[in-house]
């Protein structure tokens, strides 16, 4: 599987961006994507993943209410649509797929086998 982020960039606080990622390989019943992110000097982490039969999303509380995640399913892709912006929202952030989520790894960052390469979102005050 081979993911390409895209859609990152500078906006100020309070506006919105929306994060693609497009994956190439087979999808099979356990299949699932997700997006984390990694600020500097911190540890790479959740943000939201959806199951690809289903359409089930999870998020982080940091982007509940205010991130959704979707797929096409057509395309195989999925996107971050992100509102209402922070500061801290400022990270890398990457794409991550695996074959075998269940519910309770959905939003494990060591239970996704295959990275997308990044996109940067900076947030500016």
């Known amino acids: 599987v081979q993911l390409q982020a895209s859609g990152g960039g500078l906006v100020q606080a309070g506006g919105s961006l929306r994060l693609s990622c497009a994956a190439s390989g087979p999808t099979y019943s356990s299949y699932g994507m997700g997006w984390f992110r990694q600020a500097p000097g911190k540890e790479r982490e959740f943000v939201a993943s959806?199951?690809?039969?289903?359409?089930?999303?999870y998020y982080a509380d940091s982007a509940k209410g205010r991130f959704t995640i979707s797929r096409d399913k057509v395309k195989k892709t999925i996107y971050l649509q992100m509102n209402s912006l922070k500061p801290e929202d400022t990270a890398v952030y990457y794409c991550?797929?695996?074959?075998?989520?269940?519910?309770?790894?959905?939003?494990?960052?060591?239970?996704?086998?295959?990275w997308g390469q990044g996109t940067q979102v900076t947030v500016s005050s």
């Open positions: 959806i199951r690809w039969n289903g359409g089930n999303s």
């Open positions: 991550a797929a695996d074959y075998s989520l269940i519910m309770s790894t959905m939003g494990d960052r060591s239970a996704y086998k295959y």
